[in-house]
């Protein structure tokens, strides 16, 4: 994989040992609009902060998305600075505090809460009448499953929303506490491959609202069907392919909204992970490169037992009296910094030719790296965050 200029320019002047993310916003709203473009027209377009909140993507998203996802207070907190225009405000395990925070929020913001329990109704209720700007939908575990993806959290057993069989009961009790609810929030797939059966699922979801709307008595003005859109990190050709989302199933009333909130599909491919090459060592007849780096920055590929692909970027200078490590033509596994068996970044691939002092790039870096990372286990430095 060839890197973008702008990205090799930034690895020239960072310090060594360069261990590095690289965050390029540019491609961030690039991404918005892409997929803006392929939703149908007049959806609307949150970006999941919990994909990346570094505050510099965090801010182009709020600029160029309808508005910003979040699953906490600190979340909240910083899509309020970032000025969201909307915010959509989702989680299972939202504390009162967090109530609160959202609450008054509302006064300022537009914004919708995806309740996911009875008890919540309650917590929420108690807060008081909301602004009548705000919107609250009910989260739903509906029976059937969403589309393929890494990780279903609707159809199976999952500590998500509301199950489909509670619904009435539910819906009956923000009735009584006089908390209006305008839809349903059916966030149901992780990393989806497959575009054609996501927008089946989109149009399910929205035929579903309305027949559940009907019978609970809900005046349907919203459905938000998640996120979900997928990369195939090892086979790119593999990932979700916008242009393979066909809505002519969908069969949304006027004064309906339809809403997305992708995380992994905006953000993965606004950032790069750098990592210099410290040594080079065979044992047991395998070769391993340790990198100043490793899971601990970027959990990922530990997380889902992949190899994540990336790129050599030859470092000619060579400040030292003594011979170059170097290897060629033979696979390697690549290791990072941390004391267990576990910091692997890749395994088994086959390299050209590497030297200690190169550096690894690793792409689609910018969704759930460094922010699902354990950043202090071992107590190496963080790495440099460049942002373009
Ligand atoms: C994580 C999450 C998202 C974003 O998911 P992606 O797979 O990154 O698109 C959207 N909505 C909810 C409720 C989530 O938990």
Request: proline share 7%; aromatic share 8%; charged share 20%.
């Amino acid at each position: 994989m060839s890197l973008p200029d702008q990205v090799l320019s930034a690895l020239a002047s960072t310090e060594r040992p360069v261990c590095a993310y690289i965050y390029d916003t540019g491609v961030a709203r690039d991404r918005v609009a892409a997929v803006r473009a392929a939703l149908p027209p007049g959806a609307t377009l949150y970006y999941a902060v919990k994909a990346n909140g570094h505050p510099a993507l965090v801010g182009a998203y709020a600029d160029t998305a309808d508005g910003l996802e979040v699953a906490s207070g600190g979340e909240l907190a910083l899509a309020l600075d970032a000025g969201a225009r909307r915010i959509a405000f989702g989680g299972p395990a939202k504390t009162p505090a967090e109530l609160s925070a959202a609450h008054e929020a509302a006064r300022t913001t537009d914004l919708t809460l995806h309740v996911e329990s009875a008890l919540e109704l309650r917590r929420l209720g108690a807060l008081g009448p909301l602004p009548s700007s705000a919107r609250v939908a009910l989260r739903v575990n509906r029976a059937v499953a969403g589309p393929a993806g890494s990780h279903a959290m609707t159809g199976t057993p999952t500590p998500f929303g509301i199950d489909e069989t509670q619904l009435a009961s539910v819906a009956s009790l923000a009735a009584s506490l006089g908390v209006p609810v305008c839809g349903f929030h059916l966030h149901a797939v992780s990393n989806s491959l497959d575009a054609p059966a996501y927008a089946a699922f989109a149009a399910d979801a929205v035929a579903w609202s309305r027949r559940t709307a009907a019978e609970l008595g809900i005046d349907l003005r919203y459905v938000n069907v998640g996120g979900g859109f997928g990369i195939s990190y090892d086979d790119p050709g593999r990932s979700f392919d916008l242009t393979a989302l066909d809505w002519s199933a969908l069969d949304l009333p006027d004064g309906v909204e339809l809403a997305f909130e992708p995380g992994r599909f905006l953000a993965a491919p606004a950032g790069w992970y750098a990592a210099e090459v410290l040594d080079l060592k065979r044992t047991h007849g395998r070769w391993f490169a340790v990198l100043r780096g490793g899971t601990h920055h970027f959990r990922l590929p530990a997380a889902w037992g992949y190899s994540h692909p990336f790129t050599v970027v030859r470092v000619d200078d060579w400040p030292h009296p003594w011979e170059r490590p170097e290897i060629s033509g033979v696979e390697v596994d690549v290791v990072g910094e941390l004391c267990t068996p576990r910091d692997v970044l890749a395994r088994r691939t086959p390299i050209d030719r590497l030297r200690v002092g190169d550096l690894l790039v690793f792409g689609q870096t910018g969704a759930y790296g460094w922010d699902i990372s354990h950043h202090e286990f071992l107590r190496h430095p963080h790495p440099d965050v460049i942002v373009l």
